[in-house]
């Protein structure tokens, strides 16, 4: 059974920091890009961060580009996002997703197998 699942999430205050992890099993994780997607209240799901299957090549949204920073462990089937500067309109749920291939496109709709999810909250 293939399953992604996120941690890390909770309340921080603005300015601060996070870091999620996104842990996977049930599919070769080395020969996949994985993507983290975020979803705040009343807003479409929508495109954070992603890295290639080797680590190589990333890609973030402008609106985090600078502050938040993705990484692999494949040896621990482990995605990390590391999120610093942390302000008030990053508050949604995050999410990881498996690409199904060794490269980044980020597309929600074509993205294989999808985690449930961890809230980051946070605070003015």
């Known amino acids: 059974e293939v399953q992604l699942v996120e941690s890390g999430g909770g309340l921080v205050q603005a300015g601060g920091s996070l870091r999620l992890s996104c842990e996977a099993s049930g599919f070769t994780f080395d020969d996949d890009a994985i993507g983290w997607f975020r979803q705040a209240p009343g807003k479409e799901r929508e495109g954070v961060s992603c890295?290639?299957?080797?680590?190589?090549?990333?890609y973030y949204a402008d609106s985090v580009k600078g502050r938040f920073t993705i990484s692999r462990d494949n040896a621990k089937s482990t995605v990390y996002l590391q999120m610093d500067s942390l302000k008030p309109e990053d508050t949604a749920v995050y999410y990881c997703a498996s690409e199904g291939t060794p490269y980044c496109a980020l597309l929600r709709d074509a993205m294989e197998h999808w985690g449930k999810g961890t809230l980051v909250t946070v605070s003015s």
């Open positions: 890295i290639s299957s080797s680590g190589g090549s990333t």
